[in-house]
């Protein structure tokens, strides 16, 4: 569709007979005769939502993990001692 100047009107163009045309119709790509099941793709979306939300959160997972591994490398390589944090209960004096 060209673009048309506001209050330029647009000549209408008659409807092709799709006999002589080279290419065919649409009408095979059409929906066929059994109506939509909607309630099956809200949930193949859902699932697809929730796969996504899942990729999502093991990324951010990993993301912390190497950085954590990246850290403690790198204060091992710089020849520090007890870079890595040792969670201990606490000492209980009796």
């Known amino acids: 569709m060209p673009f048309q100047r506001p209050g ?4 209408r163009v008659p409807p092709q ?3 002589g045309s080279p290419v065919e119709g ?6 066929g005769d059994e109506p939509d099941n909607y309630r ?9 939502f929730i796969f996504c939300v899942v990729l ?3 990324g951010v997972w990993l993301a912390t993990a190497i950085a954590e591994m ?3 490398q790198d204060c091992v390589l710089s020849g520090r001692r007890n870079c890595a944090h040792v969670n201990a209960p606490p000492a209980n004096p009796i």
């Not at 099956?40 to 697809?48: H, S």
């Open 56 to 58: 999502v959160v093991i």
């Open 17 to 19: 007979s799709s006999e």
């Open 40 to 48: 099956q793709r809200m949930i193949n979306n859902g699932l697809a």
């Open 26 to 31: 649409m009408e095979k790509y059409a929906g």
């Open 70 to 72: 990246r850290k403690n």
């Open 8 to 11: 330029q009107v647009r000549p």
